[in-house]
């Protein structure tokens, strides 16, 4: 059994900052690639930003130089802080582990983050 639980959205106002969390616990031994996705409403779910056990990271364009991925491995934790917020970075953010010993993704329950004046 795994889970992952994330938290830190919530409500802020264009040009604000977040800092999102995701912890995996449970049987999950060997954590590979840890990605954050959204899901704005009406919209298909889309990648954020994606950082490997080494640490190379990647982002979708529209977010590069205001958000940053990190994660602390010994904690089974990925993090997303993002600044500048736009309004158009509303959705439910998602994290996605991939464990690599038994070839499996898991997904978080998803956090809302709204961005509004």
């Known amino acids: 059994q795994v889970q992952l639980v994330e938290s830190g959205g919530g409500l802020v106002q264009p040009g604000g900052s977040l800092r999102l969390s995701c912890a995996a616990s449970?049987?999950?031994?060997?954590?590979?690639?840890m990605t954050w996705f959204r899901q704005a409403p009406g919209k298909q779910r889309e990648f954020v930003a994606a950082?490997?056990?080494?640490?190379?990271?990647n982002y979708l364009e529209s977010v590069k130089g205001r958000f940053t991925i990190s994660r602390d491995n010994a904690k089974n934790t990925v993090y997303l802080q993002m600044n500048s917020l736009k309004p158009e970075d509303t959705a439910v953010y998602y994290c996605?582990?991939?464990?690599?010993?038994?070839?499996?993704?898991?997904w978080g329950q998803g956090t809302q983050v709204t961005v509004s004046s």
């Open positions: 950082i490997a056990r080494g640490g190379t990271s």
């Open positions: 996605n582990v991939y464990d690599a010993l038994s070839r499996k993704n898991y």
């Open positions: 449970g049987s999950i031994f060997s954590i590979g690639g």
